[in-house]
């Protein structure tokens, strides 16, 4: 059964970055069969999907977040990371990692519990 | 930019009831491409429907969902007192590439 776990710092200074990484067990990040993906939901709110990774390395971001986000992915570690640059207190939220099937049809099967980063000075 | 609107906000039912959820869509897309989750009070979202009406691993067959053009609607045909959490549809491939409705919260 495949697990994913967020990790990284809880607090973020205004205008500094974001930082976290998703560690993936019971299963290779390598796989083909799947996106990773990283989503956030601000306290009381609804979710937002962040952007992709793809197994080649390839990448996909939401338009809205995209000229701020980045998405690696370390295969050694079967890890990827999620770095928010110039970050906000709109950027305060529990940032969830998530895996979705490659195919005409996508959904977040596996999801981790999620990590609540607060941007306060 | 597509965007679910999801109705109601806030259901109230009672256990043993039928409850409908809808979720409706700005621009034409299919159901194979809108999935459905449940998300408890202090817990990630947990996938429940996904693809024309397909039930994730674990959900009872008493979760089952349906699409009339650009409207979907999740179904808890009994609901039981464990159903009370905020419900969110899903669609994959229009722009943003994944996006999610507003949610409708469920009371028992």
């Known amino acids: 059964q495949v697990q994913l776990q967020e990790s990284g710092p809880g607090l973020v200074k205004p205008s500094q970055t974001l930082s976290l990484t998703c560690t993936v067990s019971?299963?290779?990040?390598?796989?083909?069969?799947?996106?990773w993906s990283w989503i956030r939901q601000p306290p009381g709110k609804g979710l937002e999907w962040i952007g992709y990774?793809?197994?080649?390395?390839?990448?996909y971001y939401n338009p809205s977040l995209k000229s701020r986000v980045t998405i690696l992915v370390e295969m050694s570690k079967n890890q990827f990371s999620l770095t928010l640059t110039s970050v906000t207190a709109t950027d305060t939220a529990v940032y969830y990692c998530?895996?979705?099937?490659?195919?005409?049809?996508?959904?977040?099967?596996?999801w981790g519990q999620g990590a609540l980063v607060t941007v306060s000075s | 930019e597509i965007v679910l609107t999801q109705s109601p906000g806030t259901l109230s039912v009672s256990p043993g009831e039928r409850a409908t959820l809808s979720c409706r869509a700005s621009?034409?897309?299919?159901?194979?491409?809108v999935a459905w989750y449940q998300q408890r009070p202090g817990q990630a979202p947990k996938l429940l429907v996904y693809?024309?009406?397909s039930r994730a691993t674990g959900i009872p067959d008493r979760f089952s969902s349906s699409e009339s053009g650009t409207h979907f609607t999740l179904t808890i045909s009994r609901v039981e007192p464990e159903d009370s959490a905020v419900y969110y549809c899903?669609?994959?491939?229009?722009?943003?590439?994944?996006?999610f409705g507003p949610g409708t919260k469920v009371e028992i």
């Open positions: 998530a895996r979705a099937p490659v195919g005409l049809s996508s959904y977040f099967d596996h």
């Open positions: 019971g299963g290779s990040i390598n796989n083909g069969d799947y996106f």
């Open positions: 990774i793809y197994n080649t390395g390839n990448t």
């Open positions: 621009q034409s897309i299919t159901s194979n491409y």
């Open positions: 693809g024309a009406d």
């Open positions: 899903q669609q994959y491939g229009s722009s943003p590439l994944f996006a």
